[in-house]
């Protein structure tokens, strides 16, 4: 399988990405708290650069015991990242999508070699 | 840049480009040979708001001109029109919205016209129907001599400066200030001849909208005979309205209001028997969606069968005349592909539907939302996607593929040769 280059790891600091392509696709490739995460730039909705736009932490509204609503709030546990043409979101762990979890972006193998990081096509 | 994101994270971006942002469907129109295809777009918009320096001083009235100036002067961006407050962003999500200022265009080509182009040219779209945004709340605005200065100045403007920058390929539906009849008729007769005009609209977000009025008759009637096209556009209101107030979360006020706002006037439109008054106006209900058009063909249908003798003028069921309109397609629901051909089959998609985009909107549609469609013939995606609208606003064909494309599928009504 080949290992196309993306970058230094200098070069990707936590919370950001990296768009490369990779034979006809375009994979994003997300450095998210120490981890590499890369999917298909390709959004399942109408095709939009997928990994191009805002990462958020996941929108959440937990309920207290009576049902009644805590509110709004932001996860401490999922960040997504957002299609900027019509803000699909999709979890940044699993490239699957936030409001329907059968819908999930191709992932790709990311791997670490010396000072170095590549994508597995 | 840097983008808004929850507690300290911090987001890069580059700069807005359009074309840039929508490389993906430029490919999308590569891939399906789009260029060969005739494609209109009836419902695109830009900002007016961002010209209104060069839009007031069109106000025909000395005080409200003056008025206005002044606040836009005071404010920098005008708030002369009601506003409609909104979460259209998704909290930036959506990233053309707060990026848009930073969008690098060339100074001697009016801004909205180059970006328009950028997005055109990238969905290969022929031709589109130029809308403003924020006046499509202008039936709010609480002074009526302001709906009418506003509305003339921006349709002086439009015909004047904006449309003639894009070389024929934007045209408008010119905003009739609803409110006041006799303005709606002075704009017809004035603006109805000029060149890029292809019919007048009148913005649904209203309390109060009797289209049955009988001093709108003498409106219908000159549109009809200037052989233009009648359109609804739908929207929200979301605070303004008794009806959307009980709705917490802006998805339910935008989802609600856009459809609720054309099934209202149409209602209202049908049963008072305008098809048979007006056969030969082309009316179009724009931006919302189509699935409410199967409920309410349903529901008008089963009350008429009882009820008929509300409705006198009616020769046919409700949903006979609503089949005789047409409608736009966006924000198409495609969710339940069944249910969404039969919404086709309901409304003769082939002959009665209009593609638009909504560009640069936040649930704008691309062309392939219609050309991927499993159930649709050839003859059906080339109709929807621009036949139809080139023979409604008689728009000619860009290249010579198009050409033939519009005669094997009869839709060729006007030739750029000629």
């Known amino acids: 399988m080949p290992e196309i280059f993306i970058c230094k790891k200098s070069e990707l600091q936590d919370g950001e990405r990296k768009i490369v392509a990779v034979g006809e696709d375009e994979v994003g490739v997300f450095l998210h708290q120490g981890r590499y995460y890369a999917y298909s730039n390709f959004c399942l909705h109408q095709g939009g650069p997928a990994c191009e736009g805002l990462i958020i932490a996941k929108t959440q509204e937990l309920l207290n015991e009576d049902r009644t609503s805590q509110g709004l709030s932001f996860s401490k546990d999922q960040t997504n990242f957002v299609c900027p043409w ?36 | 840049m840097h983008l808004v994101s929850d507690n300290d994270r911090v987001v890069s971006v580059d700069e807005l480009n359009t074309s840039r942002l929508l490389r993906h469907a430029s490919k999308q129109a590569e891939m399906r040979k789009f260029d060969e295809m005739m494609i209109v777009d009836v419902d695109a918009h830009h900002y ?22 002044a606040q836009i002067a005071k404010s920098g961006r005008g708030v002369v029109n ?27 080509k009016m801004r909205d016209i180059e970006i ?66 006799a303005a709606c008729l002075k704009h017809v007769e004035t603006f109805g001849h000029r060149k890029g005009v292809g019919g007048f609209m009148i913005t649904t977000v209203r309390d109060d909208m009797p289209v049955y009025d009988d001093a709108y008759m003498k409106v219908y009637r000159a549109i009809e005979e200037r052989g233009l096209a009648l359109s609804f556009h739908s929207g929200f209101n979301w605070g303004k309205s008794g009806v959307f107030q009980s709705c917490n979360r802006f998805i339910a006020a935008h ?15 049908v049963v ?44 046919k069921k409700p949903s006979d005349y609503m089949r005789d309109m047409y409608y736009s397609t966006q924000p198409m629901e495609i969710q339940d592909m069944d249910a969404l051909e039969t919404t086709f089959r309901m409304i ?13 909107h936040w649930d704008f549609d691309l062309p392939s939302t219609i050309s991927d469609l499993p159930f649709l013939s050839e003859r059906a995606k080339h109709n ?35």
Request: with cysteine.
């Open chain 2, 348 to 360: 003769n998609a082939e002959t009665q539907l209009l593609y638009s985009s909504d560009y640069p």
């Open chain 2, 82 to 108: 009601t506003t409609n407050f909104g979460f259209q962003d998704i909290g930036g999500r959506v990233t053309r919205y707060p990026l848009r200022a930073s969008e690098r265009t060339p100074p001697e």
């Open chain 2, 384 to 418: 929807i996607l621009g036949g139809n609208a080139a023979r409604l606003f008689n728009l000619p064909p860009r290249n010579e593929k198009q050409r033939e494309n519009l005669i094997k599928y009869g839709n060729l009504a006007a030739d750029a040769a000629e």
């Open chain 2, 255 to 269: 989802a609600l209001g856009f459809s609720f706002y054309n099934i209202l006037h149409l209602t209202n439109w």
């Open chain 2, 48 to 69: 007016e708001a961002e010209n209104f320096k060069d839009i007031i001083p069109f106000m025909e009235n000395d005080v409200y001109r003056q008025l206005s100036l």
């Open chain 1, 86 to 121: 019509h803000g699909y979101e999709y979890d940044i762990k699993t490239g699957e999508c936030d409001s329907d979890r059968r819908l999930k972006l191709r992932s790709y193998q990311v791997v670490e070699k010396s000072s170095d990081i590549y994508v597995v096509s």
């Open chain 2, 116 to 181: 328009g182009e950028r997005w055109m040219d990238a969905m290969s779209v022929d031709y589109s129907c130029l809308f403003p945004t924020g006046m499509l709340n202008i039936g709010m605005h609480p002074s009526k001599e302001m709906e009418v200065e506003l509305c003339w100045a921006y349709n002086r403007w439009v015909t004047e400066k904006a449309l003639p920058e894009s070389q024929g390929r934007m045209y408008s539906m010119l905003c009739l200030p609803f409110s006041n009849p």
């Open chain 2, 272 to 315: 008072n028997g305008m098809g048979e008054r007006f056969p030969k106006l082309p009316v179009i209900w724009i931006e919302a969606g189509l699935a409410w058009v199967p409920f309410l063909m349903q529901r008008l249908d089963h009350e008429f069968m009882i009820r008929s003798s509300e409705t006198p003028l009616l020769k």
